[in-house]
Protein backbone atom coordinates (compact mmCIF):
# COMPACT_ATOMS: atom_id res chain seq x y z
CA UNK A 1 0.00 0.00 0.00
CA UNK A 2 1.05 3.87 -0.70
CA UNK A 3 2.51 5.09 2.16
CA UNK A 4 -0.41 8.01 2.91
CA UNK A 5 -1.87 8.60 6.13
CA UNK A 6 -4.76 11.29 7.07
CA UNK A 7 -5.34 12.72 10.18
CA UNK A 8 -7.21 13.19 12.03
CA UNK A 9 -9.41 10.17 11.33
CA UNK A 10 -12.52 11.50 12.96
CA UNK A 11 -13.55 15.04 14.22
CA UNK A 12 -16.36 16.40 15.47
CA UNK A 13 -16.69 20.44 15.75
CA UNK A 14 -18.69 23.17 15.96
CA UNK A 15 -19.97 25.95 13.31
CA UNK A 16 -17.85 28.49 12.79
CA UNK A 17 -14.78 26.94 14.25
CA UNK A 18 -11.29 26.47 11.92
CA UNK A 19 -10.44 22.99 11.46
CA UNK A 20 -7.00 21.53 9.47
CA UNK A 21 -7.22 17.93 8.25
CA UNK A 22 -3.77 16.76 7.36
CA UNK A 23 -2.34 14.43 4.66
CA UNK A 24 1.05 12.97 4.87
CA UNK A 25 2.74 10.74 3.03
CA UNK A 26 5.95 8.89 2.37
CA UNK A 27 6.11 8.48 -1.24
CA UNK A 28 7.86 11.52 -1.91
CA UNK A 29 4.67 12.13 -4.78
CA UNK A 30 4.96 15.53 -6.52
CA UNK A 31 0.58 15.55 -6.97
CA UNK A 32 -1.35 16.37 -3.89
CA UNK A 33 -5.46 15.80 -3.90
CA UNK A 34 -8.55 16.86 -1.29
CA UNK A 35 -11.66 15.30 -2.10
CA UNK A 36 -14.69 15.30 -0.13
CA UNK A 37 -17.81 12.60 -0.52
CA UNK A 38 -21.12 13.11 0.35
CA UNK A 39 -24.08 10.45 0.13
CA UNK A 40 -25.73 10.50 -3.69
CA UNK A 41 -22.42 11.92 -4.66
CA UNK A 42 -18.85 10.56 -6.12
CA UNK A 43 -15.61 12.24 -4.70
CA UNK A 44 -15.41 15.73 -5.85
CA UNK A 45 -12.34 17.43 -6.39
CA UNK A 46 -11.66 20.71 -3.56
CA UNK A 47 -8.00 21.25 -4.09
CA UNK A 48 -5.01 20.08 -5.22
CA UNK A 49 -1.59 20.48 -5.57
CA UNK A 50 1.54 19.86 -8.21
CA UNK A 51 4.34 21.07 -6.13
CA UNK A 52 5.99 22.55 -2.79
CA UNK A 53 3.60 25.68 -2.45
CA UNK A 54 2.04 24.98 -5.87
CA UNK A 55 -2.07 24.47 -5.34
CA UNK A 56 -5.42 25.08 -7.30
CA UNK A 57 -8.36 25.05 -6.72
CA UNK A 58 -10.72 22.28 -8.10
CA UNK A 59 -14.68 22.04 -8.35
CA UNK A 60 -15.90 22.50 -4.86
CA UNK A 61 -12.85 25.34 -3.27
CA UNK A 62 -15.43 27.83 -1.20
CA UNK A 63 -14.61 27.82 2.20
CA UNK A 64 -11.57 25.55 1.97
CA UNK A 65 -7.71 26.96 1.83
CA UNK A 66 -5.13 24.30 1.44
CA UNK A 67 -1.32 24.73 2.21
CA UNK A 68 1.86 22.54 1.24
CA UNK A 69 5.11 23.58 3.16
CA UNK A 70 7.21 20.42 2.39
CA UNK A 71 6.31 17.71 -0.13
CA UNK A 72 5.21 15.30 1.85
CA UNK A 73 2.79 17.29 3.91
CA UNK A 74 -0.92 18.41 2.26
CA UNK A 75 -3.32 20.41 5.09
CA UNK A 76 -6.64 21.45 3.96
CA UNK A 77 -8.38 24.09 6.34
CA UNK A 78 -11.61 24.91 6.53
CA UNK A 79 -12.13 28.67 7.51
CA UNK A 80 -15.18 28.53 9.55
CA UNK A 81 -16.72 25.27 9.70
CA UNK A 82 -20.13 24.97 8.50
CA UNK A 83 -22.76 22.35 8.46
CA UNK A 84 -22.86 21.72 5.02
CA UNK A 85 -18.98 20.91 5.35
CA UNK A 86 -19.91 17.49 6.54
CA UNK A 87 -18.39 14.91 5.13
CA UNK A 88 -15.84 12.79 4.20
CA UNK A 89 -12.18 13.98 3.28
CA UNK A 90 -9.83 11.72 1.14
CA UNK A 91 -6.62 12.82 0.32
CA UNK A 92 -4.93 11.37 -2.71
CA UNK A 93 -1.12 11.27 -4.26
CA UNK A 94 0.29 10.29 -7.78
CA UNK A 95 3.66 10.69 -9.02
CA UNK A 96 5.64 10.99 -11.89
CA UNK A 97 7.13 7.82 -13.06
CA UNK A 98 6.74 4.16 -13.61
CA UNK A 99 3.09 3.01 -11.88
CA UNK A 100 2.54 6.08 -9.63
CA UNK A 101 2.53 8.42 -13.03
CA UNK A 102 -0.92 7.36 -13.92
CA UNK A 103 -2.57 5.42 -10.49
CA UNK A 104 -3.88 7.97 -7.50
CA UNK A 105 -3.40 6.09 -4.43
CA UNK A 106 -5.86 7.33 -1.76
CA UNK A 107 -5.71 7.78 2.07
CA UNK A 108 -7.97 6.18 4.20
CA UNK A 109 -10.27 9.50 4.73
CA UNK A 110 -11.06 11.45 7.42
CA UNK A 111 -14.95 11.60 8.88
CA UNK A 112 -15.53 15.01 9.73
CA UNK A 113 -19.26 16.26 11.20
CA UNK A 114 -19.68 20.21 11.79
CA UNK A 115 -22.55 20.42 14.55
CA UNK B 1 -12.84 15.39 -20.11
CA UNK B 2 -15.64 13.46 -21.54
CA UNK B 3 -18.53 12.60 -19.22
CA UNK B 4 -19.03 8.76 -18.46
CA UNK B 5 -22.98 6.72 -18.29
CA UNK B 6 -23.03 3.64 -15.57
CA UNK B 7 -26.04 1.52 -14.58
CA UNK B 8 -26.20 2.38 -10.62
CA UNK B 9 -26.27 -1.02 -9.73
CA UNK B 10 -25.20 -5.01 -10.49
CA UNK B 11 -25.57 -8.16 -8.73
CA UNK B 12 -23.17 -11.15 -9.97
CA UNK B 13 -22.93 -14.55 -8.41
CA UNK B 14 -20.09 -15.51 -6.71
CA UNK B 15 -17.63 -17.29 -8.52
CA UNK B 16 -19.07 -15.68 -11.68
CA UNK B 17 -17.37 -13.17 -14.23
CA UNK B 18 -18.81 -9.87 -13.81
CA UNK B 19 -19.20 -7.17 -16.90
CA UNK B 20 -19.74 -3.99 -15.76
CA UNK B 21 -20.54 -1.65 -19.27
CA UNK B 22 -19.87 2.34 -19.10
CA UNK B 23 -20.67 4.41 -21.74
CA UNK B 24 -18.69 7.49 -22.81
CA UNK B 25 -19.68 8.26 -26.15
CA UNK B 26 -18.60 11.74 -26.14
CA UNK B 27 -14.57 10.90 -25.48
CA UNK B 28 -12.06 12.06 -27.62
CA UNK B 29 -8.96 10.66 -29.30
CA UNK B 30 -6.75 11.17 -26.44
CA UNK B 31 -8.81 10.99 -23.35
CA UNK B 32 -8.06 7.41 -21.35
CA UNK B 33 -10.29 5.10 -19.79
CA UNK B 34 -10.10 4.45 -15.94
CA UNK B 35 -11.44 2.07 -13.39
CA UNK B 36 -11.23 2.83 -10.33
CA UNK B 37 -13.00 0.90 -7.48
CA UNK B 38 -14.64 1.93 -3.20
CA UNK B 39 -14.80 -0.74 -1.14
CA UNK B 40 -17.27 0.68 1.64
CA UNK B 41 -16.15 3.45 3.41
CA UNK B 42 -12.35 2.87 1.70
CA UNK B 43 -10.41 5.03 -0.15
CA UNK B 44 -10.82 4.69 -3.99
CA UNK B 45 -8.64 2.20 -5.16
CA UNK B 46 -7.08 2.17 -8.96
CA UNK B 47 -7.87 -1.45 -10.93
CA UNK B 48 -6.93 -0.22 -14.64
CA UNK B 49 -6.64 2.06 -17.49
CA UNK B 50 -6.59 2.07 -21.10
CA UNK B 51 -6.42 3.88 -24.48
CA UNK B 52 -7.48 1.88 -27.02
CA UNK B 53 -6.39 -1.77 -26.79
CA UNK B 54 -7.70 -4.39 -24.23
CA UNK B 55 -5.68 -4.09 -21.17
CA UNK B 56 -5.70 -6.95 -18.74
CA UNK B 57 -3.85 -7.13 -15.53
CA UNK B 58 -3.68 -9.23 -12.19
CA UNK B 59 -7.37 -7.75 -10.90
CA UNK B 60 -9.48 -7.14 -13.90
CA UNK B 61 -9.83 -7.18 -17.99
CA UNK B 62 -10.72 -3.75 -19.45
CA UNK B 63 -12.45 -4.20 -23.32
CA UNK B 64 -12.88 -0.80 -25.16
CA UNK B 65 -15.02 -0.77 -28.19
CA UNK B 66 -13.11 -0.33 -31.53
CA UNK B 67 -14.87 3.33 -31.83
CA UNK B 68 -14.32 3.99 -28.18
CA UNK B 69 -17.69 4.80 -27.08
CA UNK B 70 -18.24 2.20 -24.21
CA UNK B 71 -15.91 -0.22 -22.43
CA UNK B 72 -16.39 -3.02 -20.23
CA UNK B 73 -14.52 -3.90 -16.90
CA UNK B 74 -14.73 -7.59 -16.79
CA UNK B 75 -13.59 -8.88 -13.14
CA UNK B 76 -13.34 -13.09 -14.38
CA UNK B 77 -14.08 -14.69 -10.89
CA UNK B 78 -15.96 -12.47 -8.86
CA UNK B 79 -15.75 -13.16 -5.06
CA UNK B 80 -17.73 -11.36 -2.22
CA UNK B 81 -14.69 -9.03 -1.41
CA UNK B 82 -15.63 -6.99 -4.96
CA UNK B 83 -18.78 -6.01 -3.77
CA UNK B 84 -17.90 -2.13 -3.96
CA UNK B 85 -19.18 0.98 -5.84
CA UNK B 86 -17.45 0.61 -9.29
CA UNK B 87 -15.93 4.14 -11.14
CA UNK B 88 -15.46 4.45 -14.72
CA UNK B 89 -13.93 7.67 -15.38
CA UNK B 90 -12.13 9.15 -19.08
CA UNK B 91 -9.66 11.94 -18.93
CA UNK B 92 -6.70 13.23 -20.66
CA UNK B 93 -3.57 11.62 -20.92
CA UNK B 94 -2.13 9.25 -17.85
CA UNK B 95 -0.21 11.73 -16.34
CA UNK B 96 0.54 14.82 -15.26
CA UNK B 97 -2.13 16.94 -13.06
CA UNK B 98 -4.52 13.99 -12.74
CA UNK B 99 -7.83 15.74 -11.71
CA UNK B 100 -10.21 12.57 -11.61
CA UNK B 101 -13.67 13.59 -12.02
CA UNK B 102 -15.80 10.94 -9.96
CA UNK B 103 -19.23 10.67 -11.50
CA UNK B 104 -21.63 8.41 -9.02
CA UNK B 105 -20.15 5.01 -10.06
CA UNK B 106 -21.97 1.98 -10.11
CA UNK B 107 -22.69 -0.59 -7.29
CA UNK B 108 -21.90 -4.18 -7.80
CA UNK B 109 -22.84 -6.70 -4.96
CA UNK B 110 -22.01 -10.00 -5.21
CA UNK B 111 -23.93 -12.65 -3.99
CA UNK B 112 -22.81 -15.98 -2.56
Known amino acids: DAGITQSPRHKVTETGTPVTLRCHQT?????MYWYRQDPGHGLRLIHY???????DKGEVSDGYSVSRSKTEDFLLTLESATSSQTSVYFC??????????????FGPGTRLTVT | DAKTTQPPSMDCAEGRAANLPCNHS???????VYWYRQIHSQGPQYIIH???NNETNEMASLIITEDRKSSTLILPHATLRDTAVYYC?????????????FGKGMKLTVNP
Open chain 2, 26 to 32: TISGNEY
Open chain 2, 50 to 52: GLK
Open chain 1, 27 to 31: ENHRY
Open chain 1, 49 to 55: SYGVKDT
Open chain 1, 92 to 105: AIHGTSGSSSYEQY
Open chain 2, 89 to 101: IVRVGQGGSEKLV
